[in-house]
């Protein structure tokens, strides 16, 4: 599993998620045993870090 490294600094922000997605979230995470947020930031880093070019720029 991924390991969240601290010692950022954290901004808080506001997204409306599908209902959905937010229980598949909340099962991965307690599945993991990780909080939401720290699941979420890796799966952001992730897809940020996994972008193909032509997704890049458009």
């Known amino acids: 599993m991924w390991e ?3 010692g950022y600094k954290p901004v808080n ?3 409306r ?3 959905e ?3 598949k979230i909340d ?3 307690c599945k993991n045993n990780l909080s939401v947020n720290q699941l ?3 799966c952001l880093n ?3 870090n996994n ?3 032509k997704t890049e720029n458009n």
Do not use: H, R, T
Request: proline share 4%.
């Open 13 to 15: 922000k506001s997204f």
């Open 4 to 6: 969240i490294k601290k």
């Open 46 to 48: 992730y897809a940020v």
């Open 51 to 53: 972008l193909d070019n």
């Open 21 to 23: 997605l937010v229980k």
């Open 40 to 42: 979420v930031i890796q």
């Open 17 to 19: 998620l599908p209902e």
């Open 27 to 29: 099962a991965l995470a």
